[in-house]
């Protein structure tokens, strides 16, 4: 791997780290204040973002090297990877995910196809129906999981699975499903037979989706 696409994805992790923390605070209503301010304000939460992202960067050059991925789709990786982690402390202090963020993911998939399409000859074809069919399905069963359960899953946690479905694919979103719903599974449970939470306590799920995609990321 070249300095040159090491230092890029170094530069990503910095871009991300600002943009997150800028976006937190200006979605949790907080007042207008310059950039540098906002900064000095939220030390904790800049630290703790430029820390996460700087591991998501490590990994995702990782898997750059040793999976054979492309600089594009590396690069796709880490933007989805580093914005659950946004979205998991947002969805853990007000249980909302941000419909901006979402759309904001999508743009970048669509762009990562367009760029793959042109970069690689991949055919446009086989990479829509990977995202379409991820969408549906990530989409599909989270919807009717929020219909038999009355609400028990929310419209947000749908429609970021259904965003997940576009990067990762019928097959990807499936097990990063099966992944989150175990862990929240078993956090559920413990908190129970501790009694911190009861019987109709809401879970905000975001942080337990980040940990099943992570898990996908690093196992398959």
Known sequence: MTIVKCSAIILLSVVLTAAAVLFRWSYMGREKLPFVEILKKQKKQTVFFAAAFMITAVLALVFYRKKEMSYFSMAQKLILWDTLVMLAVIDRQIKKIPNKVLLFLLIVRAAGILAEVIRYDI???NSLLFSLLGIVIGGLIPLVAMLL???????????????????????????????????????SLIMLISKKAKMKSTLAMAPFIFAGVSIYYILI
Do not use: E, P, R
């Open 123 to 125: 055919s446009l074809t």
């Open 149 to 187: 359960s009355g609400g028990g899953v929310g419209a947000g946690d749908m429609k970021l699975y259904a965003v997940i479905g576009a990067f990762l694919g019928l097959t990807g979103v499936l097990q990063s499903m099966m992944f989150s719903l175990f862990i929240a599974a078993i956090v």
